[in-house]
């Protein structure tokens, strides 16, 4: 069967930032961002995007448009078959996280329609917990991955790039928007002194704990490590400048995530919310009480959590269709059949995350913090040792830069290996440490 393709650069372009900008922008950043402090996480997360993520992100590219392929099939089509371990990592790690983020996709779906009834008002953390967890959580979780399963149905030019070229720009203005409402309460002050004030010995102090948060994080938002970019390249023309898009996308994310700490930050600090409390619910219980107090609060908290579940969806997306792709490509199963039955399997592994909070966790530091950045490593070591003379060839296509190819491939093949490597070792370190506090202790 023919294969689909993009039917403009914007579609991509959009597409590609629609996977990038999601809950890991504006859920899971802030309240990782609080937990590490606040502008000293910022700096490390900004320096992963800038010296690693985008590499990696052109490695992506790379591998997806030169082989036409899935992560794990593209490696068939580059005649280096004992390298696909390296895209099974990532789609394992790509199901694994649709998974939870479903669950949580059906949280933000939940918090919209309890924003315009004012259902979580009266206490915030009791609403929370009657509500993340628990057969309403299992319901709103099928909830979400059957819009999730419908637009990827549709496929790329009818499902994901028609829904990205609405959704994305929505989302960005939308942001705005609620930046600068934020901007205007009385808490802005100290908020943007917390964000945007780093202070170099707290960075110094908490490197071990700060780099793989960081970097898992900088992998999340770019949807790396997952083959999400590798698929979505796969379905690019030769003429694209592949370095202006990756330049593109990363700016868009980095900017989307810079304005969600812009915005939950205000809000939290003009109620006296500490940030990074809650954990994986603190958007929902902090912001929940921030808006409780605020004037016209519930409109505002509509607002917020309309936009939360836009992004949540346009992320989900692009997981989603990894998976697909890989069964249509292969077995060459019609795509709403494979969608269909792919959504109900993750959907049934997400269960216990929503009947049991202590997964979620579970779920998402094995993910991010040794998943991802172990599938960027294989990626790069790939591309780097094994591949560097077609990279470089495939990256010169729509753009003739040689100079910046042969830098890039000497980036890939010393500094992301180095960096990754290390961080593949403290996400591993801190993840044992975590399950036997939790499980054992």
């Known amino acids: 069967m023919a294969r689909e393709t993009w039917a403009t650069r914007l579609g991509f372009i959009l597409a590609a930032v629609g996977s990038a900008v999601g809950l890991g922008n504006i859920w899971r950043f802030p309240f990782l961002t609080g ?34 392929r899935n992560p794990i099939g593209a490696f068939e089509a580059l005649e280096a078959p004992n390298w696909k371990f390296a895209g099974v990592v990532g789609a394992v790690a790509g199901f694994i996280i649709l998974s939870y983020y479903s669950v949580v996709g059906g949280w933000v779906i939940q918090y919209l329609i309890a924003s315009l009834t004012g259902a979580y008002a009266a206490n915030p953390g009791e609403y929370f917990l009657s509500t993340a967890s628990g057969l309403n959580a299992v319901a709103f979780h099928a909830l979400f991955m059957g819009l999730v399963a419908t637009v990827v149905a549709l496929g790329i030019r009818d499902g994901l790039e028609r ?45 071990t704990s700060l780099i793989p948060d960081a970097a898992g994080q900088a992998f999340f938002t770019l949807s790396l490590g997952m083959g999400v970019m590798v698929t979505y390249a796969s379905y690019l023309g030769e003429d694209r400048n ?82 697909v792709s890989y069964v249509v490509d292969t077995y060459g199963v019609a795509r709403k059949p494979a969608t269909v ?28 913090n040794i998943l991802l950045i172990l599938g960027g490593l294989l990626l790069s070591l790939f591309v780097g040792w094994r591949y560097a003379g077609e990279a470089i060839e495939e990256l010169r296509k729509g753009s003739g830069d040689a100079t910046l190819s042969v830098a890039w ?14 961080t593949l070792y403290l996400g591993i370190e801190g993840y044992a440490e975590f399950l036997v506090e939790t499980y054992i202790a």
Do not use: C, H
């Open 409 to 422: 491939i000497w980036i890939v093949r010393l500094l992301v290996p180095a960096v990754l490597l290390y």
């Open 35 to 68: 937990e590490a402090g606040g502008a000293a996480f910022l700096v490390v997360y900004l320096l992963f995007v800038a010296v690693i993520g985008l590499p990696v992100l052109l490695v992506e590219l790379v591998i997806g448009r030169r082989s036409n």
């Open 341 to 368: 039955a792919i959504a109900g399997i993750i959907f049934l592994v997400g269960i216990p995350t929503a009947l049991d909070l202590t997964y979620l966790d579970t779920y998402d530091l094995l993910a991010n």
């Open 163 to 207: 829904a990205a070229k609405v959704m994305v720009p929505s989302i960005v203005f939308l942001l705005v928007v609620l930046a600068g409402y934020g901007s205007t309460l009385s808490g802005a002050g100290a908020a943007y002194s917390y964000y945007l004030s780093p202070d170099v010995g707290t960075i110094v102090a908490n490197a």
């Open 242 to 323: 592949l370095f202006r898009d990756a330049g593109t996308i990363v700016v868009i994310d980095t900017l989307v995530a810079f304005l969600a700490g812009l915005v939950v930050f205000p809000f939290l600090f003009t109620q006296g919310v500490e940030p990074g409390s809650g954990g994986a619910g603190a958007v929902f219980i902090s912001l929940a009480t921030a808006f409780a107090e605020l004037p016209a609060g519930g409109v505002v908290g509509a607002v917020f959590f309309f936009m939360l579940g836009i992004a949540a969806l346009t992320s989900a997306f692009s997981i989603l269709e990894v998976v």
